[in-house]
Nanobody, 124 residues
Framework: VQLQASGGGLVQAGGSLRLSCAAS????????MYWFRQARGKEREFVAA????????DYADSVKGRFTISKDNAKNTMYLQMNSLRPEDSADYYC??????????????????WGKGTQVTVSS
């Protein structure tokens, strides 16, 4: 599976961005998808996850109510709509896939595939 994240950029606090993660290779619909982020000098942290069907989602408390994860299996693409952005949301954002159909972990080490990051910078 190859994953490619895109959509990052520079935005003012309170603004919005939409990240995309395009997948190729293995059947996209058969695994759960995740977003993680890593700020400079910090560990990679869980942001959001979505099950293979898209019916189940999970969010870190820090983004709940502001971020929305979704996926379009027909397009082999996952999205992260980020609203009400804060400076502390600034980080490199990574998409990942876990070869299970359900959300089972928030740990980066449990992911099977990773894409390259896309940088998000939120100015105050």
């Amino acid at each position: 599976v190859q994953l490619q994240a895109s959509g990052g950029g520079l935005v003012q606090a309170g603004g919005s961005l939409r990240l995309s993660c395009a997948a190729s290779g293995r059947t996209f619909s058969t695994y759960a998808m995740y977003w993680f982020r890593q700020a400079r000098g910090k560990e990679r942290e869980f942001v959001a996850a979505i099950s293979w069907s898209g019916e189940t989602t999970d969010y870190a408390d820090s983004v709940k109510g502001r971020f929305t994860i979704s996926k379009d299996n027909a397009k082999n693409t996952m999205y992260l709509q980020m609203n009400s952005l804060r400076p502390e949301d600034s980080a490199d954002y990574y998409c990942a896939a876990d070869f299970t159909t359900f959300i089972r972990s928030r740990k980066a080490e449990d992911m099977d595939y990773w894409g390259k990051g896309t940088q998000v910078t939120v100015s105050s």
